[in-house]
């Protein structure tokens, strides 16, 4: 079965960076793109960009250019997302979501990963 | 960039009541080549994250109970519960994927009265 599974909940200073991995297991990795998705407390959901596992070509929300980038690795059929230059705003639980085979919707996703930011 | 609104902000059904969720695109989302509407639909319950439920507008995803449907063309779409139950308090977000940056609407909150 599909899975994406998130590394643990982090906590960093302002101006600090923070990685954050997803592991998909249960499908062929390199044939589905990945979203990432942010959810700050009580709030809704924002798209943070997508990465194509099979090329590794990335597209941000203009928002984050600047400080983000999407990784992937293929021997472990993992993404990564570093966001860099911290800030209390950024405190949210991050999502990866793989895109759906018959739609560009997100059929999956993973558990979430929450980065608090705090001096 | 496509704004996705919704509306109301939240709403409370009686038990087996309809429930009703209205989203607007301010640009149509309908691809015409296709005839496809890049519209979704997702449920969040407290602690989990989303769910998708609705796709094309109208598609339900594998698994999800018929009481749920999807409808509307173009710019104004509408995601229905025919029957609410208890299980379904949730929150309500509307994705556009006709563009990029792909867009959520602010969600609608379901309780139960």
């Known amino acids: 079965q599909v899975q994406l599974v998130q590394s643990g909940a982090e906590v960093k200073k302002p101006g600090a960076s923070v990685k954050v991995s997803c592991k998909a297991s249960g499908y062929t990795f390199t044939s589905y793109y990945m979203h990432w998705v942010r959810q700050a407390p009580g709030q809704g959901l924002e798209w943070m960009g997508i990465?194509?596992?099979?090329?590794?070509?990335?597209n941000y929300a203009q928002k984050f250019q600047g400080r983000i980038t999407m990784t992937r690795d293929t021997s472990t059929s993992t993404v990564y997302m570093e966001l860099s230059s911290l800030r209390s705003k950024d405190t949210a639980v991050y999502y990866c979501?793989?895109?759906?085979?018959?739609?560009?919707?997100?059929?999956?996703w993973g558990q979430g990963t929450l980065v608090t930011v705090s001096s | 960039d496509i704004v996705m609104t919704q509306s109301p902000d939240s709403l409370a059904v009686s038990l087996g009541e309809r429930a009703t969720i209205n989203c607007k695109s301010s640009q149509s989302v309908l691809y015409r080549s296709s005839n496809k509407n890049y519209l979704g639909w997702y449920q969040q319950k407290p602690g989990q994250p989303p769910k998708l439920l609705i796709y094309?507008?109208?598609t339900r995803e594998s698994g999800v109970p018929d009481r749920f449907s999807g409808s509307g063309s173009g710019t104004d779409f509408t995601l229905t519960i025919s029957s609410l139950q208890a299980e379904d308090v949730a929150v309500y977000y509307c994705?556009?994927?006709?563009?990029?940056?792909?867009?959520f609407g602010p969600g609608t909150k379901v309780d139960i009265k």
């Open positions: 094309w507008a109208s």
């Open positions: 990465i194509n596992p099979s090329g590794g070509r990335t």
């Open positions: 994705q556009q994927y006709y563009s990029s940056p792909p867009a």
């Open positions: 979501a793989r895109v759906s085979g018959p739609s560009p919707h997100l059929d999956y």
